[in-house]
């Protein structure tokens, strides 16, 4: 999907993460290994996202070719992060700022800064 987020939107959703890191650091860390995992399987940010707000992802988002016993491991992962007490904070951060885009939000959780991401990008 190609996105044209705002400089005020991409820093507000890296305000809202810090926020997250400083208060919920556990959650944070659960959070960032998922989006670590998620880059290391080489599977799209947007199925993630799909993934965390329990929605349906185009066939082209999903991963392909991939044996189910990664994708087990992988939905296991995600699974423990879902089922941290604090989670609605994560759900809140994708679904707030889901206009700017989920693979923009892994890449801030990662560390990125807001003006590296502004401007049109196609990443998934």
């Not at 650091?25 to 998922?34: R, S, T, W």
């Not at 089922?83 to 801030?108: D, M, R, S, W």
């Amino acid at each position: 999907m190609i996105t044209l987020p705002s400089i005020d939107r991409l820093q507000g959703a890296k305000e809202t993460i810090d926020h997250l890191k400083q208060n919920h650091p556990f959650l944070y860390e659960k959070l960032l290994h998922v989006v670590h995992l998620t880059r290391a399987l080489q599977f799209k940010y947007h199925y993630l996202g799909c993934i965390l707000l329990n929605q349906d992802c185009h066939a082209e988002d999903k991963p392909r070719n991939v044996y189910d016993s990664v994708l087990s491991l992988y939905q296991h992962e995600v699974q423990i992060l879902k089922n941290n007490p604090n989670f609605q904070l994560v759900t809140h951060l994708f679904t707030e700022f889901e206009p700017i885009g989920y693979a923009k939000i892994c890449l801030l959780i990662l560390n990125r800064t807001p003006t590296s991401l502004v401007g049109p990008t196609s990443i998934k």
